[in-house]
C-alpha cells in the first residue's frame, strides 16, 4: 500500500510535465518559468516542508503523517484546475510540495522496520516502483484526458482519488515496531541535532546524498522536459507523448528500480559496496543510450533507446537508500531520508528542470528549433558529477557501517562514533 501512496505521489507531480505544453499556450509561459514551476519552486518547498515532517515521523505514528500528507497533496492537485494564471498556479504547486514532502521519509522509515538489512534494498526498490507505475498513469492517463477534456479536468481526475486512498491508509495500514530487526533494538528518540552529529561522522552518507542528487539532475531535468522535446522536434501529438513515455518511462523504470535492488542485495552479501557499485555503473552505462535519445533523428530509434537509457538510469534509487539507512541508528531513519531527499531534490528536482529551461531559452538565437534538444544533451553531460560522487562513497562504506554497528552494539549514542 505505501507502493501505491508514492505511485500517487509521482502522478500528481508528474501530471504537469505532460500538461505543460497545452498549460504554456494558456497561460504565456516561457521554458524558464516552465522549468521553475515543475523544478526548483516545488523542489524548495517539499525540501524545507521535509525536515520537520521527518523529525515528527522519528516521534510519532508515521502511518497518520503518510494518509495526511496524500490527503492534502490531492487536494492541491486538483485545486490546479482551477487556476487562472502563473501565480495561482505556483500556489497550488507549492501546496503539492507541502503535501508530498511528508510521505516518503516516514514511508522509508517504516519500510526498514518491516524488512531486516539484508532484503532492504529490494523493499525499498518495490517502494521506490512507485515513482515509474506513477510516471505512467500520469503520462498515459493524463496526456489522453488532457487531449480529449482540456488540462484542467487531468487535475481534477487525478487528484480526487487520492484524497479517498488516504481513508484507505489509515484504515488498512500498521504501524511497524522500531528496530526490531537491527542491533540495540528499539532505538531512543534521536534529536536533530544528534541526528545531524551521527551524519558529520558519516562521509559516506554525503557522498551518496549527492551522487543521488546529480543521477536525479538529469532523470527530472532531462524527464520534465521529455515531452516538450517529442512534440516540438518529432511532431508527436499529446495523447502519443503520453502512452509513448508513460509506458517506457513507467514500465523500464519500474523494472529498472527493481533490478538495482535485487542485484544489491545478491551481490551484497559477498561485498557490501554494490550496493553503490550498482548506481554508479547503471548511471554511466545510461549515458549512451540517453544521448542517441537526444540526437538521433529517427523517432522510432530514439524511443526505442529510451527503454535501456531508464532502466539503467533507474538502479540507483533503492541501494543508496538502504545503505544511508544502514549508516544510521533506527531512530534516526526519517530523518536521514529527509536530509537525502533535501540533496536530491534541491540539486535534480529544484535545478535539472530549472536549468533545461534557461539552456534552451538560450540556445533559441543559436540553435534555433534544436534548442532544447543541445540543452537536454548539456545536462546529460552534467550528471557525469554523479559518478563521481558515488565512487568517493564506495572508498568510505565499509569503515561506515562499521562505525554505526559499533554505535548500535555499545551504550554510546551513534552520533558520537566517529568513522
Known amino acids: 500500500m505505501l507502493t501505491l ?4 505521489n509521482f502522478i500528481d507531480r508528474q501530471i504537469l510535465v505532460i500538461l505543460q505544453e497545452p498549460i504554456k ?26 525536515i520537520p515532517i521527518a523529525w515528527l515521523a522519528d516521534r510519532s505514528n508515521r502511518r497518520n503523517i503518510v494518509a495526511a500528507s496524500l490527503a492534502f497533496w490531492s487536494l492541491m492537485t486538483a485545486l490546479s484546475g482551477l487556476v487562472q494564471n502563473y501565480t495561482q498556479l505556483l500556489a497550488a504547486r507549492i501546496g503539492v510540495g507541502v503535501g508530498e514532502a511528508g510521505g516518503s521519509p516516514p514511508s522509508h522509515s517504516m519500510i526498514s522496520d518491516y524488512f531486516p538489512p539484508s532484503s532492504r534494498g529490494t523493499a525499498l526498490s518495490f517502494y521506490s516502483m512507485g515513482i515509474y507505475i506513477g510516471v505512467l498513469f500520469g503520462f498515459a492517463a493524463g496526456g489522453w484526458i488532457a487531449e480529449n477534456f482540456g488540462w484542467r479536468n487531468a487535475f481534477f481526475v487525478i487528484g480526487i482519488p487520492g484524497i479517498l486512498y488516504a481513508a484507505a491508509v489509515l484504515w488498512i495500514i500498521k504501524e511497524p515496531k522500531r528496530g526490531q ?63 509513448i513515455l508513460g509506458l517506457i518511462s513507467g514500465l523500464s523504470g519500474a523494472a529498472g528500480t527493481l533490478l538495482g535492488g535485487y542485484l544489491a542485495d545478491r551481490l551484497g552479501v559477498r561485498d557490501v559496496r554494490w550496493y553503490v557499485w550498482i548506481p554508479m555503473l547503471g548511471g554511466l552505462s545510461a549515458m549512451i543510450p540517453a544521448y542517441y535519445t537526444l540526437l538521433g533523428s529517427s523517432t522510432t530509434l530514439i524511443i526505442a533507446a529510451m527503454i535501456p537509457s531508464q532502466i539503467l538510469g533507474a538502479l540507483y534509487l533503492g541501494p543508496c537508500i538502504a545503505t544511508c539507512h544502514n549508516l544510521v541508528s533506527p531512530g534516526m531513519r526519517a530523518m536521514a531520508s529527509a536530509i537525502l531527499y533535501f540533496v536530491l531534490n534541491i540539486i535534480g528536482l529544484g535545478l535539472g528542470p530549472l536549468t533545461v529551461g534557461i539552456l534552451s531559452d538560450t540556445y533559441a538565437d543559436q540553435f534555433g528549433v534544436d534548442n532544447l534538444r543541445y540543452a537536454m544533451a548539456t545536462t546529460l553531460t552534467i550528471s557525469l558529477l554523479g559518478a563521481g560522487f558515488l565512487w568517493m562513497g564506495v572508498r568510505s562504506l565499509k569503515r561506515d557501517l562499521e562505525a554505526n554497528r559499533v554505535a548500535l552494539s555499545s551504550d554510546t549514542p551513534p552520533a558520537s562514533t566517529e568513522p
Open 5 to 8: 501512496v508514492y505511485t500517487f
Open 25 to 50: 499556450a494558456d497561460l504565456g509561459l516561457s521554458d524558464a518559468q516552465l522549468g521553475l514551476l515543475t523544478g526548483f519552486s516545488f523542489a524548495l518547498v517539499y525540501v524545507t516542508a521535509g
Open 181 to 243: 530487526y537491527d542491533v540495540g533494538g528499539t532505538p531512543a528518540k534521536a534529536s536533530f541535532a544528534e541526528t545531524m552529529a551521527c551524519l558529520r561522522a558519516r562521509p559516506t552518507f554525503w557522498w551518496i546524498s549527492v551522487g543521488c542528487a546529480f543521477t536525479a539532475f538529469v532523470s527530472y531535468g532531462n524527464g520534465n522536459f521529455m515531452p516538450s522535446f517529442l512534440m516540438r522536434n518529432h511532431g508527436l501529438s499529446l495523447a502519443e507523448v503520453g502512452a
